[in-house]
């Protein structure tokens, strides 16, 4: 199976190295994303502050937010530097902040200047001793920009930025709507278009076509599977976990899932925050926000996120927060 078959998307102020290592304890299989990181973060901030992660979290894309094909090439060696599975390219954002920078979904009207930067990306993540990884070059991309809802636009950009050396298309079956919505409208209020994608993949069956955008059921998840090569999910996945826990029997024909049971999976946390305490200072609330869907329909749910979300804790070890969450109300 292609390594993109099921995935977590990249998430602005969500997908940080605490919720992937939670994603990780929940399925070994499915692919993550770290969110978009721009190429100015990289080239005049602090590098291990964006770029650190642990082995658990793989396998594991970067993905970036530019338009300068120097500077994405940089950035692609950096990528492979610190032991990435993939360097994702960001044409599919529509925030007015992105847009500033000109990169993001307005990169979709400029697809030569794209495929300039997919080629800088790939050459700078190959090696160049033989018998080294190359690292994969995705681009993640909207089906249009604003009105335009001609599949030639999106069929161009897509054979134009193939050319360059790009594979795999991750492909959020909306347009983006640049002027007069917000980033959380543009997930909701432009119309779901699938069959453009499954389009996009019997124009260009050589390459790797992933699906994203409003996929809430695993239904849904087999649909899109039984037409194309993969599934990218996003916010079901985050506000509600669990979902993860049988996709690696159910998609990638594991013979186990490596969570048994929620309980195991909190307690996993709650020795990851005493870890992060120790190592890099970092308070539990930092970590314990991504794991407050863990038991989502279960009887207690809503106290047991109570306790986890309450500041007057914060001071307290994650251990002893953890055991006040146990208790019967």
């Known amino acids: 199976m292609n390594p993109w078959r099921v995935s977590v998307a990249p998430m602005?102020?969500?997908?940080?190295?605490?919720?992937?290592?939670?994603?990780?304890?929940?399925?070994?299989r499915t692919r993550l994303y770290t969110e978009m990181v721009?190429?100015?973060?990289?080239?005049?901030?602090?590098?291990?502050?964006?770029?650190?992660?642990?082995?658990?979290?793989?396998?594991?894309?970067?993905?970036?937010?530019?338009?300068e094909p120097g500077d994405l090439a940089q950035s692609a060696r950096l990528a492979r530097q610190w032991g990435y599975d993939e360097v994702n390219l960001n044409c599919g954002c529509p925030s007015e902040r992105v847009q500033r920078g000109a990169f993001g979904a307005c990169l979709m009207r400029e697809p030569r200047l794209v495929a300039d930067c997919v080629r800088a990306m790939v050459e700078a993540?190959?090696?160049?001793?033989?018998?080294?990884?190359?690292?994969?070059?995705?681009?993640?991309?909207?089906?249009?920009?604003?009105?335009?809802?001609?599949?030639g636009f999106v069929r161009d950009f897509v054979g134009t930025v193939a050319e360059a050396g790009c594979r795999v298309f991750i492909v959020h079956a909306r347009n983006a709507w640049l002027k007069g919505l917000s980033p959380k409208e543009n997930r909701e209020i432009p119309?779901?278009?699938?069959?453009?994608?499954?389009?996009?993949?019997?124009?260009?069956?050589?390459?790797?076509?992933?699906?994203?955008g409003g996929v809430r059921?695993?239904?849904?998840?087999?649909?899109?599977?039984?037409?194309?090569?993969?599934?990218?999910?996003?916010?079901e996945a985050y506000h509600n976990p669990?979902?993860?826990?049988?996709?690696?029997?159910?998609?990638?024909?594991?013979?186990?899932?490596?969570?048994?049971?929620?309980?195991?999976?909190?307690?996993?946390?709650?020795?990851y925050m005493s870890e992060r305490r120790a190592q890099a200072g970092t308070a539990w609330p930092h970590v314990a926000r991504h794991m407050l869907g863990l038991w989502n329909g279960?009887?207690?749910?809503?106290?047991?996120?109570?306790?986890?979300?309450?500041?007057?804790?914060?001071?307290d070890p994650a251990e002893q927060v953890w055991q006040a969450a146990q208790r019967p109300a």
């Open 12 to 28: 602005l102020d969500w997908t940080d190295r605490h919720c992937r290592y939670f994603h990780r304890l929940i399925t070994r």
């Open 38 to 67: 721009t190429t100015g973060a990289l080239l005049h901030g602090d590098v291990a502050r964006h770029l650190d992660h642990s082995v658990q979290e793989q396998p594991l894309a970067l993905q970036l937010g530019g338009s």
């Open 125 to 151: 993540a190959t090696p160049s001793r033989s018998g080294e990884r190359a690292l994969p070059v995705t681009v993640k991309h909207r089906i249009g920009i604003d009105q335009e809802e001609g599949y």
């Open 191 to 212: 119309p779901l278009r699938p069959e453009i994608v499954y389009r996009l993949k019997r124009d260009f069956p050589g390459l790797t076509v992933v699906i994203n």
């Open 217 to 235: 059921t695993a239904q849904e998840m087999h649909v899109h599977l039984a037409q194309l090569d993969g599934v990218m999910v996003g916010r």
């Open 242 to 271: 669990w979902w993860m826990a049988d996709w690696d029997q159910r998609f990638w024909g594991e013979t186990e899932n490596p969570a048994t049971d929620r309980a195991a999976v909190e307690r996993a946390m709650v020795a």
């Open 298 to 315: 279960q009887p207690g749910a809503r106290r047991w996120r109570q306790v986890w979300s309450d500041a007057s804790r914060k001071g």
